[in-house]
């Protein structure tokens, strides 16, 4: 059995057109424009009512703003349809697409409970870390300091000035 993901005009065509090679077998990933031109047209509510009426499974979006609104939270509860909110992409189609393809195998899974329908996905700007704290943690797994783990692993002046590619 194929899980039908519609996909909001949020995620261009050519982006979801890039990922169909990495959709599991048992996903089928459409853009609404692709299902049919009119969805781009239509309130989220027809589109959430249309989207079941034609086998669809979940939808999803970046805008979460359908959580909040009652008549779209409502249209979601009666048809029984699965939501993905991407929340934190700002209409960033590359961010939102990113966070789908992290989702996207777990999904038929998730929305397998008729009752939880939505996942609100939470996706922040992730900040670097210093490598010297993973030095540090094998150094401590390794019973010695940082410190002397890399005086004894740092490339040599003649690794790092020897050109590696000719």
């Not at 309130?43 to 008549?71: C, K, W, Y």
């Not at 939102?96 to 008729?114: C, H, I």
């Not at 009752?115 to 992730?126: I, N």
Request: hydrophobic fraction near 45%; proline fraction near 5%.
């Amino acid at each position: 059995m194929t899980f039908r993901i519609a996909l909001d005009q949020n995620f261009p065509s050519n982006l979801v057109a890039a990922i169909a090679g990495a959709v599991p077998p048992a996903v089928e990933l459409a853009g609404i424009a692709s299902i049919d031109p009119r969805l781009a047209d239509m309130g989220d509510r027809q589109v959430i009512i249309a989207l079941s009426q034609l086998g669809f499974d979940a939808m999803i979006s970046n805008d979460h703003h359908i959580l909040s609104t009652p008549e779209e939270l409502a249209a979601l509860l009666a048809t029984k349809l699965g939501f993905v909110c991407v929340r934190a992409s700002g209409h960033n189609s590359v961010k939102a697409t990113g966070a789908l393809l992290l989702e996207l195998s777990n999904l038929p899974r998730v929305f397998q409970d008729k009752k939880r329908r939505v996942l609100d996905l939470h996706y922040e700007p992730r900040r670097a870390s210093d490598a010297w704290g993973y030095m540090k943690e094998i150094a401590t797994r390794a019973g010695t300091t940082a410190e002397e783990l890399y005086a004894h692993t740092k490339p040599t002046d003649g690794e790092l000035s020897q050109t590696v590619l000719p």
